[in-house]
């Protein structure tokens, strides 16, 4: 019988915290829990373009909302 490299939580939310980061030019630090009996290589791929969307999300969402520390400096 083969073995299947595991899918963890820490790849979905690294993928995030990453995309963040460099989306932000700030540390972040993201925490979270996937499970999901039995999954597929497809579902798999499907998880991590998801998390990648979810950072895609979030840098939009808090950078609309961000205060300008430019200004805020003056």
């Not at 290589?41 to 999300?57: F, H, N």
């Amino acid at each position: 019988m083969g073995t299947r490299k595991a899918f963890k939580d820490e790849q979905v939310c690294r993928k995030v915290a990453e995309y963040v980061a460099a989306g932000l030019g700030r540390t972040v630090v993201c925490t979270g829990g996937v499970h999901i009996d039995h999954i597929s290589p497809q579902q798999i791929r499907d998880t991590l373009d998801a998390a990648e969307k979810t950072g895609r999300a979030l840098v939009s969402q808090i950078s609309s909302e961000a205060p300008d520390t430019d200004r805020l400096r003056q």
